[in-house]
């Protein structure tokens, strides 16, 4: 298993995909995270405190490396799968280490340290930068508040869980071209419009709570979306929400492993 995880590093680290990710979840968290701090002190201000808690603008702010910047961590999870069938890398892997599991474990780890590393980055943005503009409009940005530590650990687990689960994906649908439509389209377009119409009857809004979109949200705590979707029925608490999208991961990982893992790739 640890060889296994080196070798998934090593391909990793020497491809140019997961920096340019890096790069694109960084700037895209950093940008929405500074606007929404200045539009949400600005509403804040205008409403005289009434319409949105200042104590909860933070959070919203931080949560954005989530709510928006979840769908980096997965794609990379679908790549570093998907990449290995279309260019049939997965031929000398298989050679060298003959037991499928213990590729895909390695995998995991690997997704799982990478989740880390993306989780890190989006942070970096959407704290870094908002914090600042939190701070020059006069908002508390509550970085000594336990509270706020807590939602960046939460907001670590998800994006660990959003690359496993590419990861599952991209075992189960090997084909590059269609896993990265699917996922954009269902990212961008299909559970956002989901969320929404579920948000009209109570019934429809308690389904909708186990959405991928909608669990990753129960689990960090925060989100700009269910901010302003407010909904007929609770969120899923964070543990909850951890568990939805935990066994998500576990049932592509599991149905690509029992299908198209097993088949021959050359």
């Not at 000594?144 to 939602?151: C, I, N, Q, Y």
């Not at 929404?196 to 129960?218: M, N, Q, Y």
């Amino acid at each position: 298993m640890l060889r296994s995880i080196r070798s998934e590093v090593r391909k990793v680290a020497t491809t140019r995909i997961w920096w340019i990710l890096a790069i694109i979840l960084f700037g895209y968290v950093a940008l929405v995270a500074a606007g929404m701090a200045a539009l949400f002190a600005t509403i804040t201000d205008q409403a005289e405190g009434q319409a949105i808690p200042t104590e909860s603008i933070p959070a919203l702010v931080y949560s954005v490396a989530t709510a928006i910047g979840y769908v980096i961590p997965l794609l990379f999870g679908a790549l570093a799968t998907t990449g290995e069938f279309r260019h049939q890398t997965l031929t000398p892997t298989f050679l060298a280490t003959p037991k499928r599991s213990v590729v895909l474990g390695g995998k995991v780890v690997t997704g799982a340290l990478f989740g880390v590393v993306y989780a890190v980055l989006a942070l970096a943005g959407s704290v870094g930068l908002g914090a600042i503009v939190l701070s020059a409009t006069g908002t508390d940005t509550l970085l000594g508040e336990g509270d706020t530590w807590a939602l960046f650990g939460r907001i670590v687990i998800a994006m660990v869980l959003w690359v496993i689960i590419g990861i599952g994906l991209g075992v189960l649908i090997p084909n590059q071209v269609a896993v990265i439509v699917i996922v954009l389209a269902f990212t961008q377009f299909v559970e956002p419009l989901l969320r929404t119409a579920a948000a009209f009857w109570e019934w429809t809004a308690a389904v909708g709570r186990f959405l991928p979109g909608a669990a990753g949200d129960a689990l960090v705590g925060s989100s700009i979306y269910t901010a302003f979707t407010a909904g007929t029925a609770d969120p899923l608490e964070w543990w909850q929400g951890g568990l939805v999208l935990g066994a998500y991961a576990a049932l592509f990982l599991v149905a690509g492993a029992l299908t198209t893992w097993r088949r021959d790739v050359t």
